[in-house]
């Protein structure tokens, strides 16, 4: 059975205004329009898709460094990133849909990431035990996932699913042109789904590389 954290409105208080304990970045919806890109630079852009029918309770995506030789997440304290997008809900600000997709932008630092956890419904957390995404945020490029779908459970001790519903390159491109400082073409960031070589239902510290 995965593990479900239920959290609280204070403490997503305390997350939103830069005070959590851990050392994640939250971010809510594509990042502003000023942000720049050029081939030079160490970070890299994500662009990940929603279909809008498709969206259901999932509502902030937490992705995790990961070692893709070990298929282990990469603890905080050993170097390892982690980031959180809204991409809908109560906590969304930006939203940016071009032919029914829903497209989250962030400019994050670059490497191998998975998608460990997601949030739905009433601040409910959960992991991702039987596979999720993983992508490569490659420096100086711009690296699209693709388009994602999740199936909620009908409980909050169920499962999220998640699968690639392909992709829509025009439409990205289109969003994407609303950046006029990212130089860099779009590029494809070779998503896999697989699962991690660990107990994820255990909590995501349960995962980290020794």
Known sequence: MPRLNIIYPIVLIAVLSGCAADTSTFTSGSA??????????????????NPRRFIGGVHTLVFHSYDPNRKLLISPTKGGQIFRI???GVLIHNVDVVDGIQYL????????????EVQWGAYARTTMPSGSI???VKP???????NLVFKTPFSAFGEVG????GRNDIAARSFL??????????????PRIFKLNC??????EACYAP
């Open 105 to 116: 932008l962030q400019k994050i630092p670059a490497g191998h990431y998975y998608l460990a």
């Open 140 to 146: 100086g490029t711009v690296n699209y996932v693709g």
């Open 162 to 165: 998640i699968k690639l519903n």
């Open 199 to 204: 107990m994820l239902e255990d909590g995501v």
């Open 86 to 88: 809204s991409n809908g």
């Open 134 to 136: 993983a992508a490569e």
């Open 177 to 190: 042109a609303n950046y006029a400082q990212i130089k860099p073409e779009m590029q494809n960031a070779s």
């Open 32 to 49: 502003p329009r000023e942000i720049s890109l050029n081939e030079s630079d160490p970070d890299g852009v994500l662009i990940v898709g």
